[in-house]
C-alpha cells in the first residue's frame, strides 16, 4: 500500500524568507501524481503544485517549487519569499495515475507559521 | 470562480438523528466523487467513493450503513449521516475531478458535523 509521509508537524519561517516542507512516499508503482495541497484555517482545500511522477523536471508555480527525487522517493517543498498569506496547514499527496483512481493518499500535513 | 459545492458548511445535530451532506459539481459532470473524513487536525482520510449510476465504493473500516451515499445525478452525490453519535463529528469532505485525465482534484468547503 501506498503511504505519504510529512515528518514535519509544524515550521516556521520569517516573512520574506524560504522555507523547505519535506515528504517521503512509499510506492511500489512507477507512474502517478504527486501534489502539495495548501488549507488554510478557512478548510479548503487548494492546489499549490503537481508534480508528474515521469517528469524529471522540478515542477514551480511563481514561489513555490518542488524538489523531486523519485529515487529516493522524496517530494519537498520549497516557498521563496514567504507572505503571511502563506500560513497554513500544507498537505502532501500521492496519486496513482491511470485507470479510475482518483482517491488521493495525504500526509498528516505540515503547520506553516509565518512570523511578520 | 468554484467547481464544487458542498452544503451546509457546518450542522449540529442531536445524538440518533441523520445528516445530510450534498456535494454538487458545477457546470460539469462528474461520474466519481469522493468523500474524506479529516479529524481535528490530522489529514485526510478517504470513506469512500462515490460513483453515478451504482453503489459507492467505501474505504475498509467505514460502515456502509452509516454511511449512506448516493450519487443520484452526473452533478450531484450525498453523504448521509445516519444515526449520528458524537464520534462522527468531524469534518467531512467532497472531492471531484473535471475533465478526462484525474489531472487535478477539487475540492467542496467541507461541512463540520458536529453531533450533541
Known amino acids: 500500500a501506498q503511504t505519504v509521509t510529512q515528518s514535519q508537524p509544524e515550521m516556521s519561517v520569517q516573512e520574506a524568507e524560504t522555507v523547505t516542507l519535506s515528504c517521503t512516499y512509499d510506492t511500489s508503482e512507477s507512474d502517478y501524481y504527486l501534489f502539495w495541497y495548501k488549507q488554510p484555517p478557512s478548510r479548503q482545500m487548494i492546489l499549490v503544485i503537481r508534480?508528474?511522477?515521469?517528469?524529471?523536471q522540478n515542477a514551480t508555480e511563481n514561489r513555490f517549487s518542488v524538489n523531486f527525487q523519485k529515487a529516493a522517493k522524496s517530494f519537498s517543498l520549497k516557498i521563496s519569499d514567504s507572505q503571511l498569506g502563506d500560513a497554513a496547514m500544507y498537505f502532501c499527496a500521492y496519486r496513482l495515475r491511470g485507470g479510475s483512481q482518483g482517491n488521493l493518499i495525504f500526509g498528516k500535513g505540515t503547520k506553516l507559521s509565518v512570523k511578520p | 470562480g468554484a467547481v464544487v459545492s458542498q452544503h451546509p458548511s457546518w450542522v449540529i445535530c442531536k445524538s440518533g438523528t441523520s445528516v445530510k451532506i450534498e456535494c454538487r459539481s458545477l457546470d460539469f459532470q462528474a461520474t466519481t466523487m469522493f468523500w474524506y473524513r479529516q479529524f481535528p487536525k490530522q489529514s485526510l482520510m478517504l470513506m469512500a467513493t462515490s460513483n453515478e449510476g451504482s453503489k459507492a465504493t467505501y474505504e475498509q473500516g467505514v460502515e456502509k450503513d452509516k454511511f449512506l451515499i448516493n450519487h443520484a445525478s452526473l452533478t450531484l452525490s450525498t453523504l448521509t449521516v445516519t444515526s449520528a453519535h458524537p464520534e462522527d463529528s468531524s469534518f467531512y469532505i467532497c472531492s471531484v475531478y473535471r475533465g478526462a485525465g484525474y489531472t487535478e482534484a477539487f475540492f467542496g468547503q467541507g461541512t463540520r458535523l458536529t453531533v450533541v
Open positions: 508534480q508528474e511522477a515521469y517528469k524529471q
